[in-house]
């Protein structure tokens, strides 16, 4: 069974689309088993995949997939309690995709999903953790495996995030 967390405002709001044209028959076509779990809002993803990994912890082989972009595969690491039971699939449907270029997953949602569904050799992949403190806040603990930053660098990724010219620039 493969649980599939969807967000369907990747690509520029187009990840609905990507899924309902594209992932999802594949899917029906090779009369493949899954759950979906469509994100609604920002921070939802992380949610899902705690709730996902805590109610199917005993699980031997979770696969959780994610249709989304780097932001989404953040959130779902936020959420899993143990990254080491997880089986982490990835269809890439964001604006830069930089794990999937990193790892070489096709961009193409199809592609990608095959690449899950037929390989039966995971790659191991590190993650990174990044604890910090936060005036007069109890320490906290982020996973990361794409990059971190903080300061300048997190600076310009925030403002390219919210700039009015964004989708344009996708």
């Known amino acids: 069974m493969y649980h ?25 076509a090779g009369n493949t088993e899954y759950q979906t779990y469509f994100s609604g809002k920002a921070g939802e993803v992380r949610q899902l995949a705690a709730q996902i990994t805590a ?10 997939i994610v249709l989304g972009g780097d932001g989404t595969i953040n959130e779902t690491l936020q959420g899993i309690a143990d ?24 961009k193409d949602p199809k592609a990608a999903l ?11 992949m590190d993650l990174g953790r990044l604890t910090y403190l936060d005036e007069d806040q109890p320490e906290e603990s982020r996973l990361f495996a794409v990059s971190c930053g903080i300061g300048f660098d997190a600076a310009v990724c925030a403002e390219a995030m919210s700039s009015r010219i964004k989708d344009t620039m996708n």
Do not use: C, F, M
Not at 55 to 64: N, V
Not at 94 to 106: E, H
Not at 114 to 123: D, G, S
């Open 4 to 28: 599939i967390i969807i967000n369907p405002a990747s690509r520029s709001g187009r990840g609905a689309k990507i899924w309902a044209e594209q992932v999802e028959p594949a899917l029906k």
């Open 83 to 106: 990254p080491s039971k997880v089986i982490l699939g990835y269809i890439p449907t964001g604006s830069s995709n930089d794990l999937a270029r990193d790892l070489g997953i096709s």
């Open 55 to 64: 109610e199917h912890a005993a699980e031997p082989d979770l696969t959780l």
């Open 114 to 124: 095959n690449l899950i569904l037929h390989n039966n050799t995971p790659k191991a």
